[in-house]
Every structure is written in C-alpha cells, then in structure tokens.
Nanobody, 125 residues
Framework: KVQVMESGGGSVHSGGSLRLSCVVS????????MGWFRQAAGKEREGVAA???????SYRDPVKGRFTISNDKAKNTLFLQMDNLIPEDTAMYYC???????????????????WGQGTQVTVSS
C-alpha cells in the first residue's frame, strides 16, 4: 500500500521560513511526479509547486521566488522550502504523487493518485 506522509508544518511570523518534507513509501515506481497543494480555510485546494519525472520544476505565481521544491529520489522524499512567508500562505499543505513519467510539472488535482493527510502551516502578521 502506498503511503504519503508530510511533516514540517508549524507556526511562524511573517518573513519566517519553514521546510516541509514528504516521504512516499510502499511503491516501486522508478519514475514519478510529485507536488505540493494547499487549502486555506474557505478556499479551494490549489497547487503551489510541482516537479516532473525529469526533475523540471514549476511554481504558481503567489509563491514564485519564495518557495523551492526539491526531491531526493533515492529516498522517495519531496521537500518544500518556504521562505519569506506571509499570512496568505496560511493553509493545510498536502504532498501529492503519481507513478510513471509525466512530460511536465502537474497542477491538476485529478492527475495525482496519492495524497498525504496534510500538514498545517500558519503565518501570523
């Protein structure tokens, strides 16, 4: 059974940093695509950063220049370094994954088959 487990959320003040981690276990895919979504209270879930099976990365405009996605393929681990956080970044953050190759970073929720339980990020002003 594939499991996705996030960690690293917490509470910080504006301008602070957090590093989220995500470990995927129970699968044997050699190529895969992963990403981070978030959902703020009363809002729809949105993709913020994604990485494709060739290592290409992409970010949504609200986080460009502040967030960095990276991975350690040997450990099936995904990271999200979040710097210069603002209150608008407050949300539950979800790690997502899909097995197999993908030609580009994916921000469509329906294309990810595996989701973590989420980790809360709270940014106060």
């Amino acid at each position: 059974k594939v499991q996705v487990m996030e960690s690293g959320g917490g509470s910080v003040h504006s301008g602070g940093s957090l590093r989220l981690s995500c470990v995927v276990s129970g699968w044997t895919y050699r190529r895969y695509c992963m990403g981070w979504f978030r959902q703020a209270a009363g809002k729809e879930r949105e993709g913020v950063a994604a990485i494709d099976s060739d290592g290409h990365k992409s970010y949504r405009d609200p986080v460009k220049g502040r967030f960095t996605i990276s991975n350690d393929k040997a450990k099936n681990t995904l990271f999200l370094q979040m710097d210069n956080l603002i209150p608008e970044d407050t949300a539950m953050y979800y790690c997502v994954a899909r097995g197999g190759a993908c030609g580009r970073p994916i921000f469509s929720r329906s294309q990810y088959e595996f989701w973590g339980q989420g980790t809360q990020v709270t940014v106060s002003s």
